[in-house]
């Protein structure tokens, strides 16, 4: 009596283990033809409990495309297993719910080998591969993401050098405009792809810009990522220009951006000079114009005219319905205005004669062009350390200043920063990580974001030089 109290409590325990992980649990008698169906596999299948007559009611209900690979399987564990592991899509016969489901269990034999049953349990994993479609679709959408930037950067590089007569002021306006396309990327991503606010790419592109010369006023409104992208390189050339030839070339100019709703459901944007030099029409068509007056209004399902008045550099935007997103659920921070990316090279080359230069960077390429660059300014270059062992290696030897990537093959670089802080050696971050709240980490320290100039980071490492 005892002995089958014991048995009934550990069936009534591993009863309530199966209930609780979502299980079902079956028995299929071989010399019978009989296969038992549990209430739990009842719930999760729709086949009725008890005892049927065959298992091919399973077969009958496997998806067709999956019903041959699942009797392959399990005639192949019926030979020669001693455990099997199936997964296929089941339409449950009561509702005709497709699902995914898990059997697995063992194969019991008499002496002669012969199999006699399988036991063991179902599970519904349809959860599981739905998640992994998400996955799947999240990859290809990525990777079609990714073809179009670099299709995009591609025909910026190309369309910039056709424009520029040498190799010094090709790099630094393509630099620039990749610069915009990251920024409006940033916003993007922080948004989830859902959108970008119009306000935030001003803040981006002119918050940096000629402190208290800039301004720009509107109604909230969303942009489409194509849309973002387009409006973020339209406002560069144009910041670009007022600060080489226009407003922004003299203390006493300014620029004000204001946009308005059109009725129609688009919006119209002003880019408004005054108070610089007097304007007048350029001799020759650069690609900031092209950009402007064709690849914008067409981005923007609208036009855009450019008038070069005497008294400042007006430009109407006029931009479709199409451009336009709903606000997204996450809206991300206004940017931060980003004083130590717009390093004045007009000063010249910053020179780091004698410094000694710790580089953490976990690409080859970014941490080889740091290299370079920095040794041009006359650094004495330490590293560059690809990993975070490497770059902690690196702290016993004499190092004045430091420049680091905030990710290292996805490990933070706080370590190294904490060291360097307790050194009170200074460092600047080079990173493509977009944190509105200031540098990683909490630290006090200039962020350069990527893509950037390596004269940038050579100007912010002098600078804290400087100011030891």
Known sequence: MTRELSRSSDRERLGAALQAAGLGEFE?????????????????????????????????NAHPDDAAAFVAQRDAALHAGDTFDIRFRFIRPTDQKLIWLRLAGVVTRDAAGAAQRMTGIIEDVSQNHLEE??????????????????????????????????????????????KAMASANELLTAARWRGAAIDHLAAAELGAIAPGQTSWAGPELFLTPRAANALSLALHELATNAVKFGALSVETG????????????????????????????????????TLLEQVTGRELNGETQVDYRPAGVTVRLRAGPQAVAE?????????????TETVATSRGPASLKGARVLIVED???????????????????????????????????????????????????TPVAEALHQRQI????????????????????PVIRKPYDVTQVAAAVADLLANR
């Open 133 to 178: 479609d998400q996955r799947q679709q999240l990859m290809a959408e990525l990777d079609h993401r990714v073809k179009n930037v670099l299709a995009a950067v591609q025909a910026l590089a190309q369309q910039t050098a056709k424009r520029t007569a040498s190799l010094p002021a090709f790099l630094q306006t393509f630099g620039g405009r990749l």
């Open 426 to 445: 200074p460092f600047v971050f080079a990173t493509g990580y977009g944190e509105t709240g200031g540098a990683p980490g909490g630290f006090e320290a």
């Open 28 to 60: 299929w008698d071989l010399a019978r033809g009989c296969l038992s169906v549990s209430t739990r596999m009842a719930a999760l299948t729709g086949l009725p409990a008890g005892d049927i007559e065959s298992e091919g009611v399973i077969v009958r």
């Open 254 to 289: 300014h620029v004000a951006l204001k946009w308005t709703l059109r009725p129609n459901g688009g919006f119209e944007l002003t880019w408004t000079e005054s108070g610089g030099p007097t304007v007048t029409a350029p001799a020759r068509r650069g690609f900031g114009s």
């Open 327 to 339: 606000r997204p659920e996450v809206v991300p921070e206004a940017p931060v205005a980003r004083v």
């Open 363 to 413: 690409a080859v390429l970014l941490a080889l062009e740091l290299e370079t660059g920095l040794s041009e300014a006359g650094a004495t270059v330490i590293g560059p350390a690809y990993e975070l062992e490497e770059a902690m290696a690196l702290l016993d030897q004499p190092i004045d200043a430091a420049v680091l990537d905030a990710n290292l093959n996805g490990r933070s670089v």
